[in-house]
T-cell receptor
Framework: QKEVEQNSGPLSVPEGAIASLNCTYS??????FFWYRQYSGKSPELIMS????GDQEDGRFTAQLNKASQYVSLLIRDSQPSDSATYLC???????????FGKGTTLSVSS | NAGVTQTPKFQVLKTGQSMTLQCAQD?????MYWYRQDPGMGLRLIYY???????DKGEVPNGYNVSRLNKREFSLRLESAAPSQTSVYFC????????????FGPGTRLTVT
C-alpha cells in the first residue's frame, strides 16, 4: 500500500462551487501534511500546510486533518476556472527527511 | 532571489549516454531532493541530501547517482541512460525545521530514445 493515497479524478465542479479533495495516509506517526497545486507543464507549488487536528484556513482554501481516521482534505470555496490543476497531497516521511506524495487529483472547474 | 533553479530545461539522450542534471538553491536550505514524475505515478523520490555532505536513497534510486557539491548545489547523474528514465525531473529544497516548506525547481524534461 502506498503511503499516501488520492483519488486521481478528474473531479469536475462548476464555477462558484466548493471543491473537496481527499487524501488518506498509512503511517500513523505522520505529523505534517501538505497540499501542492500543479498546473500542467509546471512544477508543484505549496498552497497549504497543516500540522494538527482540525481546520487550517487561508483565503478560499481550507485544509482539514483527522489523525484518528488518517485523513486529510482540501476544500476550495468559490472555485474558479484558474483553480483547474492537479492537487498533490504529501506527508513528511518518517525521520522528517523527505516529503512523500500521493499521485494527485485532477480538478476541473467549468465556467 | 531565484529560489530553486535547474538546468537544462529539456534534454534528449540516446540509450547508453550519460548526463548530469544540475540544481541550485539560494534559500540557504539544508535539505535538497531529486524527484521524478511520470504519468499516473506521481512524484517519486530518487535521492535526497538532508544536509551538506550527506546523501541517501529514496524510493527509486537505481540508475542514478547524486553529488551534494556544497550547500547550494545538488546534482543528479545518469551514467548510462535507459528509455525507462524518460521522465520529468524536479529538484527541491526544504527548510530544516518547522514550518517544513519544500520548494520545487521548474523541472527538466528528459527523453531517452
Amino acid at each position: 500500500q502506498k503511503e499516501v493515497e488520492q483519488n486521481s479524478g478528474p473531479l469536475s465542479v462548476p464555477e462558484g462551487a466548493i471543491a473537496s479533495l481527499n487524501c488518506t495516509y498509512s503511517d500513523r506517526g505522520s505529523q505534517s501534511f501538505f497540499w501542492y497545486r500543479q498546473y500542467s507543464g509546471k512544477s508543484p507549488e505549496l498552497i497549504m500546510s497543516i500540522y494538527s487536528n482540525g481546520d487550517q484556513e487561508d483565503g478560499r482554501f481550507t485544509a482539514q486533518l483527522n489523525k484518528a481516521s488518517q485523513y486529510v482534505s482540501l476544500l476550495i470555496r468559490d472555485s474558479q476556472p484558474s483553480d483547474s490543476a492537479t492537487y498533490l497531497c504529501a506527508t513528511l516521511h518518517k525521520a522528517g527527511t523527505a516529503l512523500i506524495f500521493g499521485k494527485g487529483t485532477t480538478l476541473s472547474v467549468s465556467s | 532571489n531565484a529560489g530553486v533553479t535547474q538546468t537544462p530545461k529539456f534534454q534528449v539522450l540516446k540509450t547508453g549516454q550519460s548526463m548530469t542534471l544540475q540544481c541550485a538553491q539560494d534559500m540557504n536550505h539544508n535539505s535538497m531532493y531529486w524527484y521524478r514524475q511520470d504519468p499516473g505515478m506521481g512524484l517519486r523520490l530518487i535521492y535526497y541530501s538532508a544536509s551538506e555532505g550527506t546523501t541517501d536513497k529514496g524510493e527509486v534510486p537505481n540508475g542514478y547517482n547524486v553529488s551534494r557539491l556544497n550547500k547550494r548545489e545538488f546534482s543528479l547523474r545518469l551514467e548510462s541512460a535507459a528509455p525507462s528514465q524518460t521522465s520529468v525531473y524536479f529538484c527541491a529544497s526544504k527548510t530544516s525545521g518547522t514550518p517544513y516548506e519544500q520548494y520545487f525547481g521548474p523541472g527538466t524534461r528528459l527523453t531517452v530514445t
